[in-house]
């Protein structure tokens, strides 16, 4: 069962910077999707950075210009820098990786941004 690993989560001050990782635990053949979701307390689970087959980059406008998606093909690791982070952006944060047959999801890692 492959598992991704997650890593970089904790507290930040608004403002700050934070970098986010995540590796699986075996490597994947025929990804198609790479990317970072988060969910907040109450709130619905959403995309927050998508790389997909190809090249293509989506993030969500409320992190434009903020954060960045970083992928290394060589051992399928997928980040995100997060820079001049706010409080909105306190939440759990979702590694996802989509072959063309299976999804995998991480266990989450907390992001908390306050002074």
């Known amino acids: 069962q492959v598992q991704l690993e997650e890593s970089g989560g904790g507290l930040v001050q608004p403002g700050g910077s934070l970098r986010l990782s995540c590796r699986p635990s075996?490597?994947?053949?025929?990804?198609?999707?790479m990317g970072w979701f988060r969910q907040a307390p109450g709130k619905q689970r959403e995309m927050v950075a998508l790389?997909?087959?190809?090249?293509?980059?989506n993030y969500a406008s409320s992190v434009q210009g903020r954060f960045a998606i970083a992928i290394d093909n060589a051992d399928n690791t997928v980040g995100l820098q997060m820079n001049n982070v706010k409080p909105e952006d306190t939440a759990a944060y979702y590694c996802?990786?989509?072959?063309?047959?299976?999804?995998?999801w991480g266990q989450g890692t907390q992001v908390t941004v306050s002074s």
């Open positions: 790389n997909r087959l190809g090249g293509r980059e």
């Open positions: 996802y990786i989509a072959t063309g047959t299976t999804t995998y």
């Open positions: 075996e490597k994947l053949d025929d990804i198609t999707n």
